[in-house]
């Protein structure tokens, strides 16, 4: 019988060797995981929790809440205040930052998190997750505030997401590589399933919502006419389409089949960069995508050197298998 490795295990032994993970930041992932955990078990009941649904309030981006979103947040936060590893997280469904209380001790780490992500799939039972991001707070500054938390995604610690799926799965990264874990419920822990993720550098397959088309821009239009074109077309291959509309769900295909998932900027509303967020959303995502070999931009940049300017920042996204992410680069000219 082969050993199963658990995620608590792991994470030890990844601390032991070279010191890869520091001990509170083994702390901090182990608390996200068991986070996930139970949000997993709150999904899973469903509407047998009474847990679906509107929560009739709006969040700071003026988008309706989901009562799963807001379970999701306040988990997220009563599990992660106490500890002494965190200074403060940031979330999607926050204004402003949480500041680690003062009857708790403060850590060096700042967690953000996207709590709930594919709000608009609770209802319909269909994949969602949890995504978040791990930075350090910047030495020799007193206290801790927003600014703070406004670095490029290259200055990530830790990322992953856990997607509540047929199987509920963890996949986390801090800057060695993507390994993947799936919750065994009989156990109630998260066991080894992957390691050294790899995105093929070729694809046959993209992700993005072709109901706006009509909204794109030129590059993008180019890249998904060339697609839809297939083996007659300029590719010389037929093409498949995924849109999930939970990014965690189509990130999660293309960590495991490889694929091109975008959700670009587009002309609805010209003064939005994009639609996903740039901090818990998009950086976690490209770091993972890139360390499992792939590519992430926003059509002009790499998504990871893009310095924030505050913290519900939106942006333009393009990641998944390295050679497509070039192509469309090249198409927006700045390859
Ligand atoms: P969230 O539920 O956290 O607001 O994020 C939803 C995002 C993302 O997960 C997904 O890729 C995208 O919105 C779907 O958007 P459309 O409904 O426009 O397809
Ligand atoms: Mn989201
Ligand atoms: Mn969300």
């Known amino acids: 019988m082969t050993k199963k490795i658990s995620l608590t295990r792991y994470l030890v032994e990844q601390q032991r060797v070279d010191g890869h993970i520091p001990g509170d930041l083994r702390l901090l992932l182990e608390v996200v995981a068991r986070s996930c955990k139970s949000i997993s078990q709150a999904v899973n009941k469903g509407d047998l929790g009474g847990i679906l649904g509107a929560a009739d309030t709006e969040n700071v981006q003026g988008e309706m809440q989901k ?9 997220l936060i009563e599990a992660n205040e106490w500890g002494g590893h965190l200074a403060a997280m940031a979330s999607e469904e926050m204004d402003s930052i949480y500041v680690v209380p003062n009857r708790y001790p403060q850590g060096e780490y700042l967690l953000m998190f996207d709590p709930l992500d594919g709000s608009s799939n609770i209802d319909v039972n269909v994949s969602i997750g949890t995504i978040f991001s791990v930075l350090k707070k910047p030495e020799g500054s007193p206290g801790v505030s927003e600014a703070d938390f406004l670095q490029p995604g290259s200055q990530q610690v830790a990322a992953g997401y856990c997607v509540y799926g047929p199987q509920t799965t963890l996949v986390l990264t801090v800057g060695d590589g993507v390994v993947m874990f799936s919750l065994d419920r009989e156990q109630g822990s998260f066991v080894l399933i992957k390691e050294n ?4 550098a070729d694809t046959k ?58 959700y670009p900027w587009d002309k609805r509303e010209p003064q939005k960069a994009g639609k996903l967020r740039l901090m818990y959303e998009a950086n976690p995502m490209s770091w993972l995508v890139e360390q499992a070999g ?14 924030p300017t505050k913290l519900h920042e939106r942006v333009s996204v393009i990641l998944g298998s390295k050679n497509e992410v070039e192509r469309i680069t090249s198409y927006h000219g700045t390859l």
């Open 294 to 307: 792939g590519a992430a931009t926003n059509g002009q940049q790499r998504i990871l050197d893009i310095q």
């Open 197 to 200: 993720v790899e995105i093929p």
């Open 205 to 262: 397959e993209f992700a993005i919502n072709m109901s706006n088309m009509r909204h794109w821009d030129e590059p993008v239009k180019r890249y998904v006419d060339e697609c839809l074109a297939g083996k007659e077309g300029p590719r010389g291959k037929d093409f498949n389409m995924r849109w999930v509309a939970s990014m965690v769900a189509d990130v999660h295909r293309i960590l495991t089949r490889g694929g091109v998932f975008l």
């Open 67 to 75: 009562q799963l979103d807001i379970i999701a947040n306040e988990v």
